[in-house]
Every structure is written in C-alpha cells, then in structure tokens.
C-alpha cells in the first residue's frame, strides 16, 4: 500500500512541475531529468544558475529552495503563502499551480542604466570688479 501512495506522489510531482515548465516556455520533459529540472527551476524563477552549488550545502540548501519557491509562486502571480506551500508539500501545491490556471510572467527587466552625464561647461573664472 505504501509503494502505491509514493507512486502517487511521484506521478503528482512530475505532472505538476512539467506543466510548470510548460507553462513557463520550458521543456516539460526536463521534470524527470534529476539536476537539469532544478536549472530549469532557477530558469523559471529567473534566479542565477551559479545557485545550484548552494543546493549542495547543508542548512544553506534549505533556505535556498525556500527563496526558489517564492520566487516561482511570484512569477506566476501566487502568495507567498502558497510559496510555503510549494516548499513544504510540493506534491500538493505544484500539481495546483501546474493545472491551474495560473498564468506565468517574467518580472519585467530592470531599465538600462542610462550614460553617466557629460560633464559640465567649466565656469569661467569671475574677473575682479573695476574700480
């Protein structure tokens, strides 16, 4: 009984995050692939790649995947409630998120940061008053 509710669970996640892919214009396949489905992760989260060293990191890991699942719940418009809920029982939040309707949206890139300005007109000397 036991191996069937992990299985269960199992089939839950994978569904649930490859349409998180999906969803996000990445390949839903890339759910099953251990290690790539986590760059795909900080892909959809937009977080840098370098993060998935912290993942090996005790004590460090947890905070990140905590810090990934907001971000994800951000880019597809939830709380950062439901964030806690996709770190703490994915199994049940990621199929929600996945089959839901949510919809996903990038966070909108910073403006460039414009040319620094031209340096001003040097100020002339004043010339000493006639007498």
């Not at 839903?28 to 795909?40: F, T």
């Not at 998935?52 to 950062?80: D, H, M, Y």
């Not at 990621?94 to 996903?104: D, K, T, V």
């Amino acid at each position: 009984m036991g191996h069937i509710i992990s299985l269960a669970i199992a089939i839950l996640m994978i569904v649930g995050i490859w349409r998180i892919f999906t969803k996000a214009g990445q390949p839903g396949w890339g759910s099953i692939i251990p290690v790539y489905n986590l760059y795909l992760m900080l892909v959809v989260a937009q977080k840098p790649v370098w993060w998935i060293i912290l993942f090996f990191i005790p004590f460090v890991n947890i905070i990140v995947s905590l810090l990934l699942w907001l971000t994800v719940a951000e880019r597809f418009g939830k709380s950062a409630g439901f964030g806690i809920g996709l770190w703490l029982v994915p199994f049940i939040f990621a199929p929600i998120l996945g089959l839901g309707s949510a919809q996903y949206a990038p966070a909108i890139p910073a403006p460039p940061v414009a040319p620094p300005a031209p340096p001003a007109e040097p100020v002339s000397p004043r010339e000493p008053p006639v007498q």
